[in-house]
């Protein structure tokens, strides 16, 4: 049945602090979709922390409710449910003890009134279901928040967070269903909790799908390519392997420019890679770049590729399915990335996929030389590379399909 005919639902969407801070950019599509379709969604962010720095996130301030994690508001909200049925809050919160670690209980115990307050606030605002982004403690939030309430809930889990195994299989067992954004992290999910457990449900994060007329496709000059990385400076991202890269490309006469969109705690360690490689003509560190300027810029053909070198770190942190990559294809850029995490996944289908093995600055110098120097491979990852995000990763069509289990959620509890 088409979303429109549908009747529309009352969804709370549970974040770490988006529409605050840096991150979390990539669960703004979601939300102004499930609004397009007719859907109401109100935003409370765990950590409300920080400026509002997303140009598009602006326009769902209206939706959003920012409460601090601990106030007099908070207090009274949790007493008052806490008190309306004692048994109850009082099971809950011997759940919590269940957390593998004392600082996984502390995080837990701190959120266990906002849960409160947030049922309390379900409630009142007559909510049909709580959706939680992270099943770490925003996961928490909505187990206490929907238990409390009586309410559907389900969660989101990104990659990170599957390895923090903040009560997985508390949440697993209690949420109507867990989203894994990738197979892989399906699989992890799948091997931290019981077997009796419903598996994860599978469904991708999804992008604005630009149309073809909309976009200006890059025409490189044939002088100097210009190459994004979106993604912050941590070490899951490989930066360092991929000025190497363009060290090697240097040194063989062949141009590119380097444009770092982000920030994080391996600046000054890249910028003393920059100066130590005598890179400074070829590398510019953008800072953090708003959500919808890059996407601007991405439309606009302002790079010619986007190359994301991540590795898996030795504590084992990987990739999911960089939602920047997404992107990239749906506005016509080229790719080069490694064959890590979940991103393998994502170039399914794509024809003559650029993906190389992790922390090899040669064979990414290799592949970015191979894109410049074959405008026939550029057009061929142009064009396969629209159509896989067309098929797997449009945002209506991600959404329809979280609609759907929304409402067999609310089915389910009648």
């Known amino acids: 049945m088409p979303a429109r005919e549908r009747e529309a639902m009352r969804i709370i969407y549970v974040t770490s602090s988006l529409p605050h801070g840096k991150k979390e950019a990539f669960i703004i599509p979601e939300i102004k979709e499930l609004k397009r379709q007719g859907h109401e969604v109100l935003i409370v962010p765990t950590y409300p922390r920080g400026e509002v720095l997303h140009g598009d996130a602006k326009p769902l301030m209206n939706h959003v409710i920012t409460r601090p994690m601990v106030s007099a508001g908070i207090a009274e909200a949790a007493v008052r449910q806490f008190m309306e049925n004692p048994p109850a809050a009082f099971e809950l919160l011997g759940c919590l003890f269940r957390s593998r670690s004392t600082g996984v209980l502390l995080r837990n115990l701190v959120v266990y009134p906002k849960g409160l307050w947030l049922a309390d606030l379900a409630r009142e605002w007559r909510a049909d279901h709580i959706h939680a982004h992270w099943s770490t403690v925003p996961a928490t939030m ?224 290799e592949a970015i030389e191979r894109l410049i120097k074959a405008p026939g491979l550029r057009e061929r990852l142009i064009e396969s590379g629209r159509r896989r995000v067309e098929e797997s990763f449009a945002v209506e069509r991600v959404v329809a399909e979280l609609v759907k289990r929304f409402e067999a959620c609310g089915m389910s509890t009648r």
């Open 142 to 365: 909505a187990l206490i928040a929907g238990d409390t309430a009586k309410l559907p809930w389900s969660i989101t889990a990104h990659r990170f967070d599957i390895a923090e195994n903040n009560l997985l299989e508390v949440k697993a067992k209690r949420a109507c269903f867990i989203r894994a954004i990738n197979w892989r992290g399906a699989r992890e999910i799948a091997d931290r909790v019981s077997h009796g457990t419903s598996p994860p449900s599978v469904i991708h994060m999804g992008v604005d799908m630009p149309s073809a007329e909309g976009v200006e496709y890059s025409h490189n000059d044939g002088c100097v390519s210009r190459v994004v990385v979106p993604a912050n400076l941590l070490e899951v991202k490989g930066h360092v392997y991929l000025l190497g890269a363009v060290r090697l490309l240097a040194e063989r006469g062949v141009d590119v420019h380097l444009d770092l969109a982000g920030d994080g705690p391996l600046r000054d360690r890249l910028a003393g890679e920059v100066e130590k490689l005598a890179l400074w003509d070829r590398v510019t560190f953008l800072g953090l770049v708003p959500h919808e300027k890059l996407l601007a810029s991405m439309q606009a053909g302002g790079w010619d590729m986007l190359v994301l070198p991540s590795i898996v770190t030795d504590s084992g942190e990987n990739e999911g399915i960089p939602v920047a990559i997404i992107e990239a294809m749906s506005c016509g850029i080229p790719v080069v990335s490694t064959a890590t995490g979940g991103i393998p996944e994502l170039f399914e289908g794509v024809k003559d996929a650029l993906l190389v093995p992790p922390r090899d600055p040669a064979a990414l110098a």
